[in-house]
């Protein structure tokens, strides 16, 4: 089990799969999002799957956030969030612009390089769209050079290099932080 995807450049893609579903997340999705966490995170899944679920209970009361699913012959491979954030509202350990972010993007080790991660961020920028969003934000650690250039294809743009952002930390090392104009 490893945080970040081993950085294969050299490795061509699966062939892109076509007969995935993606949308927001529902409640009885909270054991298979579980599944994925528990496969990347560790952790038990039973507590993984109590947090999912009070999450997305959580989630059903806001407008400012959302978690959105990837699933195969109905099974969920992948998973993302939304948040909105307003310095006016709360605070964080960075200093970090206001909007939209991209947070939590994860796909099952099984199911990598198939384009799940790009058409499930291509879902989620559909989304902000429909809501009227002018851009997005997100970041990621210098060392998940995977991640990196999947930003890359989605066409975003570093604009700072930082010890961390909203309440993330990037420990021993950087991150970027990235903006997509919408
Ligand atoms: C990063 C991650 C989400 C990518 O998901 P994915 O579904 O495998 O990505 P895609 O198949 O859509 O890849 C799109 C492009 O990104 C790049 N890419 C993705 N994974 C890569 C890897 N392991 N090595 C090199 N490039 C990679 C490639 O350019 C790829 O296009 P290609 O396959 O045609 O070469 C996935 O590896 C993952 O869940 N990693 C662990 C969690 C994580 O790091 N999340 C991101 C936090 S910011």
Redesign the pocket.
């Known amino acids: 089990m490893s945080?970040?995807?081993?950085?294969?450049?050299n490795?061509?893609?699966q062939g892109?799969a076509f007969d995935v579903e993606y949308r927001r997340a529902r409640a009885s999705d909270a054991p298979g999002i579980a599944r994925v966490k528990t496969e990347?995170d560790g952790g038990v899944f039973e507590t993984n799957q109590r947090v999912v679920k009070n999450e997305l209970e959580e989630l059903e009361k806001h407008e400012d956030s959302a978690l959105f699913v990837a699933l195969m012959e109905n099974q969920i491979v992948?998973y993302a969030r939304l948040v909105y954030f307003d310095s006016k509202l709360s605070q964080t350990k960075h200093l970090s612009p206001d909007g939209w972010y991209?947070l939590?993007?994860?796909?099952?080790e099984k199911?990598?390089?198939?384009?799940?991660?790009?058409?499930?961020s291509e879902h989620r920028l559909e989304w902000l769209k429909n809501k009227g969003a002018k851009e997005v934000f997100?970041?990621?650690?210098t060392k998940?050079?995977?991640?990196l250039?999947?930003h890359?294809?989605l066409e975003f743009e570093i604009v700072e290099e930082g010890p961390g952002f909203l309440n993330v930390d990037f420990d021993d090392s950087t991150g970027f932080l990235f903006k997509k104009t919408l």
């Open positions: 945080k970040y995807a081993p950085y294969e450049p490795i061509k893609s892109w990347r992948g991209f939590g993007l994860i796909i099952d199911h990598r390089r198939m384009g799940i991660g790009t058409h499930l997100s970041f990621v650690n998940n050079k995977a991640s250039d999947l890359e294809v």
